[in-house]
């Protein structure tokens, strides 16, 4: 199955090749699918149904291809709700500043281990923030950030799934799924995180949601906080990836400048 999302190019698993029957350890036929597919990608994203046999996954490795494990997680009771932290107030984002500062904590995030350069990831994080955006305009989505004074902290988002299926009423969805847990280095482990899922949870159960998803990967410490929460492992899913490579830059991307986007809608 071929997945592509015109409005966001630069979104790896939006622009991507799902096997769906097949042989998942036949790197070579799925890259070479890939490749076909998206020609001018710089990375190679494959969806598998299930994990790679031994002989598989030495064949995505000479590929350059890593295999990775994701844990989907669901509840069936709204997480709990949890007092905000001292010193930091929650709420929705609104302004453009909001949606800025959101843009660059995820470029700071997705940039620190060196996988990607911020200067190519940065359109990426823009067509994310206008994405969710547009679907919190709707009435679709929300995503929530904890502030220290008007500096952003943390934030996720949490999105009502086919809601607009049959009409513009959230009532007609019964699914929640979060999305882009982020949480500053500086202000991990102050129950910033656990607080805004409680919220998120909360909008999304007015809103009719009976069921909550949150995908992590499986060895992601962030697990422990979801299971804490109520959340259960489902079955998990297989992916195989390789990241763009990375040009030398001297920029590291918490220095770039927060207001170059000041005044833009993201």
């Known amino acids: 199955m071929l997945l592509r999302t015109p409005q966001n190019p630069q979104f790896h698993w939006g622009n991507c090749i799902l096997v769906t029957e097949g042989d998942v350890d036949d790197a070579q036929r799925w890259t070479a699918e890939f490749s076909r597919a998206f020609p001018e990608a710089d990375w190679v994203a494959v969806g598998l149904p299930r994990s790679p046999g031994d002989e598989g996954r030495r064949a995505y490795a000479a590929a350059g291809l890593t295999v990775r494990r994701l844990s989907a997680m669901d509840a069936e009771t709204a997480p709990p709700r949890t007092a905000c932290p001292d010193g930091f107030q929650s709420r ?5 500043s909001d949606w800025e500062q959101l843009i660059r904590m995820d470029i700071e995030e997705a940039c620190a281990d060196g996988v990607y350069a911020a200067s190519a990831y940065e359109p990426f994080a823009r067509g994310q923030a206008a994405a969710a955006r547009e679907l919190c305009s709707r009435g679709r989505a ?47 482990r102050r129950g910033l995180a656990g607080h805004l899922i409680g919220e998120a949870g909360g909008w999304s159960a007015a809103a009719g949601a009976q069921r909550w998803t949150i995908v992590t990967e499986s060895d992601n410490p962030a697990g422990r906080l979801y299971a804490s929460m109520g959340f259960r492992h489902a079955e998990p899913s297989f992916e195989a990836y390789r990241a763009p490579r990375v040009a030398d830059e001297s920029q590291d991307p918490r220095q770039l400048d927060a207001e170059s986007g000041d005044g833009r809608a993201a």
């Open 142 to 188: 929300v995503w929530l950030g904890a502030f220290s004074g008007r500096r952003l902290c943390s934030a996720l988002g949490v999105v009502l799934l086919g809601a607009d299926r049959a009409g513009d009423s959230r009532a007609r969805s019964r699914e929640a799924r979060y999305q882009s847990v982020l949480t500053a280095p500086s202000h991990r």
């Open 92 to 96: 929705p984002l609104e302004t453009n």
